[in-house]
C-alpha cells in the first residue's frame, strides 16, 4: 500500500478505486521520516526539477460528471469539463476523468479556445474511443494548452461534417488541440474522425505524441518553432470515416499528414518513428530556415511508409536535415473501377532550395518507391543526398509526360549512391536511372 510522508505522496499511480482507502491513511512514523523529508525538501528545491521528464505525483481524480457534465443532456458540456480542470489546477494537478459516453463542445462562444489547460500536471484521460468528444463549432479550438507536463490520453474527437457526395466540400474547423509555449505535453492514444487538423504545436519544448489515428482533411500534426525533442510515434492516418471518391479527391489536393514549419532552435530535434499516411497530397512535408541560428533544422523519419500520396517527403528551405531510414512509398492508386495507376505528378521525395541559400541535406538508407508519377526523387537548388541501399520500380509513370523522366531528378545539387542501388521497370520499358544539371556520384 502507498504511504505519505506529511502529505507527500511517493507514487506514480493510484487506481480510482483504492483511493479512498488511501486518502484515508495515517503517516507512519520511522527513523528514516526526517531524513527523507529533508531529501524531499532538497528536490523540490532543485533549479532543474521543473523539468524532468516525470511531474510531481499526484493523486487527485476529477471526475467531469461531479462538476455538472449530464451525458443525457444533449447541450454543451463545457462548462462543466473546464470547471473539473480547473480543479485539478487549483488542486496543484491532477487527472481529469472522461467516463464513457458522449461530451459536447458546441457552446456559441467568442472564446478562442473551449478548453484552457494553463496550469501545470493535469492529465485529460478518458476510455479511448469509448470517451467521444463532439465538435461543431467550427469557430473554436476544442482544446488548447500552455501548461507544463500536460497530458491528454485515451480520447476520441469527432468532428460534424456534411454527408458525402457528389459536390462534396468539408466543413472547415480550427485546429483539434492546440500546444502553444509548453514543456513536457504528452498526447496519447488519441484518435480523431475527419477534422480538419488533428494537432498544432507552436514554440513547444520537448513533446511526446503517441498512438494517433484518425482521418484529417487537411493537417495532420503540425510542428513549428519546437525548441527541444518532439517525439512522435506510432501514428496511422488510414481513411476509416469515409473512402469516398469525393473525400478521396480532397485529400489527395489538400491533406498534409505531417509538417513543420519555420526555424528550430539550438539543440531541436523532431523524430518521426512508426508513421502510416496514406491518400495525401503529402506525407512528411518540411518548410522553414535555420539560418540565422546557426543550428539545422534536424528530422529524422524511421520506419514509415505513404501510399498513394502525391509526395511522400517534401522539402522546402534551407539548413534543413532530414535523415531517413526504412522508408517506403507507394504513388500506386486505385481507382474507382478496380484498375491501378500511379498518382498524377507523384515524387517519392521533392527537395527544394532556392538561389545561394546554405544547404539542405537528405540521407535515406533502405528507401523503397514503387510506383511513381515521375521521378522517385528531385532536388533543385542547393541540395546534398545521400542515398543508400535504395530499390525504385515503376517511375515516370505519368501519362501526361512529354519525355522520358529519370528515376533521380537532380539540378544543381549533388547526390551520392551508395552500396545496393536498385532501378527497375516491371514492364520492361526503357527510362534513365539518374538526369539533369547536377552531379550524380556512384553509379
Request: glycine share 10%.
Amino acid at each position: 500500500m502507498i504511504r505519505l510522508f506529511n502529505g507527500r505522496q511517493l507514487s506514480t499511480y493510484i487506481a480510482p478505486e483504492h483511493l479512498d482507502e488511501w486518502l484515508h491513511l495515517e503517516p507512519f512514523a520511522s527513523p528514516l521520516q526526517n531524513f527523507l523529508e529533508k531529501t524531499l525538501d532538497l528536490l523540490i528545491k532543485a533549479p532543474t526539477m521543473e523539468d524532468i521528464a516525470l511531474p510531481p505525483i499526484r493523486s487527485r481524480w476529477f471526475d467531469v460528471t461531479s462538476y455538472g457534465v449530464l451525458l443525457t443532456d444533449s447541450k454543451t458540456h463545457k462548462q462543466g469539463i473546464q470547471a473539473a480542470v480547473d480543479a485539478a489546477s487549483e488542486a496543484g494537478g491532477g487527472t481529469v476523468w472522461f467516463p464513457e459516453g458522449r461530451y459536447e463542445l458546441t457552446l456559441d462562444t467568442k472564446e478562442e479556445a473551449a478548453l484552457h489547460v494553463n496550469a501545470d500536471y493535469i492529465t485529460l484521460k478518458g476510455l479511448g474511443r469509448a470517451s467521444v468528444i463532439s465538435i461543431t463549432n467550427t469557430e473554436v479550438i476544442p482544446i488548447s494548452i500552455m501548461g507544463k507536463m500536460v497530458q491528454i490520453q485515451d480520447l476520441r474527437f469527432e468532428h460534424d461534417q456534411p454527408p458525402v457526395g457528389p459536390g462534396w466540400a468539408p466543413r472547415f474547423y480550427k485546429t483539434t488541440i492546440q500546444v502553444l509555449r509548453s514543456n513536457g505535453t504528452t498526447l496519447r492514444n488519441l484518435s480523431f474522425r475527419n477534422p480538419t487538423i488533428c494537432i498544432t504545436a507552436t514554440g513547444v519544448g520537448n513533446l511526446t505524441i503517441k498512438g494517433i489515428t484518425g482521418q484529417p482533411l487537411s493537417i495532420g500534426i503540425q510542428i513549428e518553432s519546437p525548441g527541444g525533442t518532439v517525439d512522435i510515434s506510432d501514428v496511422n492516418f488510414v481513411g476509416g470515416w469515409s473512402d469516398s471518391k469525393y473525400v478521396l479527391d480532397y485529400t489527395y489536393s489538400h491533406l498534409l499528414a505531417i509538417s513543420t514549419k519555420s526555424v528550430s532552435f539550438p539543440g531541436s530535434k523532431v523524430i518521426f518513428d512508426s508513421i502510416i499516411a496514406v491518400q495525401c497530397l503529402s506525407g512528411f512535408t518540411f518548410s522553414g530556415l535555420g539560418v540565422g541560428y546557426g543550428n539545422l533544422t534536424n528530422i529524422d523519419i524511421r520506419n514509415s511508409s505513404n501510399a498513394s500520396c502525391v509526395y511522400g517527403i517534401s522539402i522546402v528551405g534551407s539548413d534543413i536535415k532530414v535523415n531517413a531510414s526504412d522508408y517506403m512509398f507507394s504513388g500506386l492508386r486505385r481507382a474507382e473501377d478496380g484498375t491501378i495507376s500511379a498518382v498524377s505528378s507523384t515524387n517519392a521525395c521533392s527537395v527544394f532550395n532556392e538561389g545561394n541559400a546554405p544547404a539542405t541535406w537528405l540521407s535515406i538508407v533502405g528507401f523503397i518507391v514503387i510506383g511513381a508519377g515521375k521521378s522517385a526523387l528531385q532536388a533543385d537548388g542547393n541540395v546534398t543526398a545521400v542515398l543508400e541501399d535504395i530499390q525504385i520500380q515503376d517511375w515516370g509513370r505519368d501519362g501526361t509526360l512529354d519525355s522520358p523522366i529519370p528515376a533521380l531528378l537532380i539540378n544543381l545539387g549533388r547526390c551520392y549512391l551508395l552500396r545496393n542501388c536498385v532501378f527497375r521497370q516491371s514492364d520492361g520499358s526503357s527510362l534513365p536511372s539518374t538526369g539533369g544539371t547536377g552531379k550524380v556520384y556512384g553509379l
